[in-house]
């Protein structure tokens, strides 16, 4: 049992069982603080296994909107080399001269073979595709060119 679990227990047992109710109060607020403790290792733990914000708030009752709000900063967030950053660069601009809203694993080979047209910087989609997120959150180094090529493939074959 998690020590975050085993605290749940305790404050549940001593607000069931408190005798005054200011001492049950109290003993709810404490177990308020751990169940949201609880709450966000859970979230935690889902997004480290490529879990999306959308799968999150379905299951906390809560828009996808809201659940990137709440939990945006549990989000363990990649690095990437510079040559990587600009070949995602080219993938966003080729994603929304197709008119795509994310950028999906298509236009990130478009680019490495040589297919994307240039687009205007700071248009496109601000996020990449679900497979590709999440074969890359996978790393725990700075992505280099060949992860992405590496990740395509492995995007590809699912």
């Known amino acids: 049992m998690s020590p975050a679990a085993g605290r749940i227990l305790t404050e549940l047992q001593r607000a069931l069982t408190a005798s005054e109710p200011l001492d049950a109060l109290a003993a709810l607020t404490q177990l308020r603080a751990a169940l949201d403790t609880y709450e966000h290792e859970q979230v935690r733990r889902a997004l ?15 828009s996808r909107q809201a659940a990137h709000r709440r939990y945006r900063g549990l989000a363990a967030a990649p690095t990437f080399t510079p040559q990587t950053l600009r070949v995602l660069q080219l993938a966003r601009g080729e994603a929304a001269r197709l008119d795509a809203d994310v950028v999906e694993v298509e236009h990130v080979v478009r680019v490495l073979v040589g297919r994307a047209h240039p687009s205007p910087a700071g248009t496109g989609p601000t996020q990449i595709g679900p497979r590709l997120r999440a074969i890359l959150r996978e790393l725990d180094r700075p992505i280099e060119v060949d992860d992405v090529r590496r990740a395509l493939q492995a995007a590809v074959a699912v």
Request: glycine share 14%; hydrophobic share 55%.
């Open 48 to 62: 480290a296994q490529g879990e999306s914000f959308a799968a999150i708030a379905r299951e906390v009752g809560i």
